[in-house]
Nanobody, 114 residues
Framework: VQLQASGGGLVQPGESLRLSCAASGSIPSSNLGAWYRQAPGKQREFVARIAPGGTTGYADSVKGRFSISRDNAKKTVYLQMNSLKPEDTAVYYC?????????WGQGTQVTVSS
């Protein structure tokens, strides 16, 4: 199982980005997934998840601004990030849980700065 994250970049406060995480290998689409992030000098933290049935959950810090979705046919999970703030700056990692193990993407850098 491999997860390939993409879509990061440098944006100004208030702008938007959409992250993508495409899975390959023998993992059910419904096991995708979640997003975490890690800022410099901080621990990795939960951002958002989407359950197999489609129920979503978010960290309080991103509620109302971020939206997670999944395309089962493409085996891809997305994170739409709106109204970005400098404190959203971090490396974002996608995650999937299957076969009793966690799988992680390589991370994509998001920098929010004026």
């Amino acid at each position: 199982v491999q997860l390939q994250a993409s879509g990061g970049g440098l944006v100004q406060p208030g702008e938007s980005l959409r992250l993508s995480c495409a899975a390959s290998g023998s993992i059910p689409s419904s096991n995708l997934g979640a997003w975490y992030r890690q800022a410099p000098g901080k621990q990795r933290e939960f951002v958002a998840r989407i359950a197999p049935g489609g129920t979503t959950g978010y960290a309080d810090s991103v509620k109302g601004r971020f939206s997670i979705s999944r395309d089962n046919a493409k085996k891809t999970v997305y994170l739409q990030m709106n109204s970005l703030k400098p404190e959203d700056t971090a490396v974002y990692y996608c995650n999937a849980y299957a076969y009793g193990a966690h799988f992680w993407g390589q991370g994509t850098q998001v920098t929010v700065s004026s």
